[in-house]
């Protein structure tokens, strides 16, 4: 795959205190490449104040998923399957003390795209917030595989 791809984030929150879901969809352009038989994605998040931007990274390997972000706005998530991982969420407000306990993970890789599915119960200051789907899609940005329609 090339380094230059299209990264597509889809999330779906459940709160756990109401009965909807809110959910979270960005496109956007990112950078991939492989090393040590580790995925890595790295893409900008602008922040939503429009005063800057935040540095992701995403670390897949065979046993779990890292996504780490620094600016604004700065954390280090760690998700593997059938363990809950603490982390520090520092933002311009403050900061918070998140949990995820992941239930699942899957992964698939084929010639010019990526797929990778994350569920997961988070937690904030050690109280249920939310159960979480997330839904990566990573595609050459000259691959015809692209579309903006479901």
């Not at 046993?63 to 399957?81: C, Q, W």
């Not at 569920?119 to 940005?141: G, M, Q, R």
Request: overall charge negative; some cysteine.
């Amino acid at each position: 795959m090339n380094k230059e791809v299209l990264l597509s984030i889809r999330g779906l929150h459940y709160s756990t205190d109401f009965d909807d879901s809110t959910p979270v969809e960005i496109i956007t352009p990112a950078e991939y490449y492989t090393r040590n038989g580790k995925h890595y994605i790295l893409y900008n998040e602008l922040n939503e104040d429009h005063t800057g931007n935040t540095k992701t990274k995403i670390k897949i390997a065979d046993d779990y998923v890292e996504i780490s972000k620094n600016g604004a706005s700065s954390t280090n998530m760690l998700f593997e399957k059938g363990k809950k991982n603490l982390t520090c969420y520092s933002t311009p407000f403050g900061s918070l003390m998140l949990a995820v306990n992941t239930s699942h993970i899957a992964f698939s890789q084929e010639q010019s795209q990526l797929s990778l599915k994350i569920d997961y119960l988070l937690e904030a200051n050690y109280e249920p917030v939310a159960d979480c789907k997330l839904e990566l899609h990573v595609t050459e940005k000259d691959a015809s595989l692209f579309s903006l329609e479901q």
